[in-house]
């Protein structure tokens, strides 16, 4: 998938752009920083900072109960998504707020996360290696209430790996903080490609 991101930098002549990314395009900005690719990073509750193979292993299974999840109740989805409880009660493994969502966004995520083969083939071995010095300004944005990357534990072992990176807590936010406030993601970005300028 890195190696992919690349090719895509070559092909649109970015040589080092600011790159922001959540979960698992966090981990990517993370390592495109490693291979000089990044004038600076804002990685979002970043995935890859397992500090066992059993934290790997529950990540894994909570992402793929919630993609078969997704697959069994799709053709009923479109009715229960009008409630913007269901909607709330139905992300709340990844935000605090679905019902800030519509229901047709919620549906457009549901094909996304039914449709993505990456997990069908992620290697639960795979993890964030450390990065010692930075390569350009790293900017670690770990949501406060994220389930399924806690900060006191995934984020305990992004602050070792990384150890020169800046770390900053979202609060009141889930795992994909752009639901909750993107405002607030916004601010985060601009903040560390301002330091990056």
């Known amino acids: 998938m890195v190696d992919a991101a690349e090719r895509y930098l070559d092909e649109h002549g970015l040589a080092r752009p600011h790159l922001a990314g959540n979960s698992l395009g966090g981990w990517v900005a993370i390592e495109l920083a490693r291979r000089g690719r990044a004038a600076s990073v804002c990685a979002f ?19 793929r ?24 009660l139905g992300l709340r493994e990844a935000a605090c707020h679905g019902d800030r969502l519509t229901a047709a966004r919620v549906l457009e995520l549901m094909d996304d996360g039914i449709d993505c083969p990456f997990m069908d083939y992620y290697s639960p071995d795979e993890q964030a290696e450390p990065l010692d010095p ?6 670690l944005a770990w949501a406060q209430f994220d389930r399924l990357a806690p ?12 150890p020169g ?14 639901v909750d406030d993107p405002d607030l993601v916004a601010r985060t970005i601009m903040a560390v490609t301002g330091v990056a300028a």
């Open 165 to 178: 990176a800046t770390w900053v807590l979202l609060p009141g936010v889930g795992h994909i903080p752009m």
């Open 151 to 162: 900060a006191a534990t995934h984020g305990q072992t992004a602050r070792e790996r990384l």
């Open 134 to 139: 930075m390569p350009c300004p790293v900017t």
């Open 45 to 63: 509750s970043p995935a890859g900072f397992w500090w066992d193979s059993d934290s790997n292993e529950q990540v894994l299974r909570q992402i």
């Open 65 to 88: 109960w919630a993609r078969a999840q997704e697959r069994v109740t799709r053709p009923i989805a479109p009715l229960v998504l009008r409630s913007a409880v269901a909607r709330r």
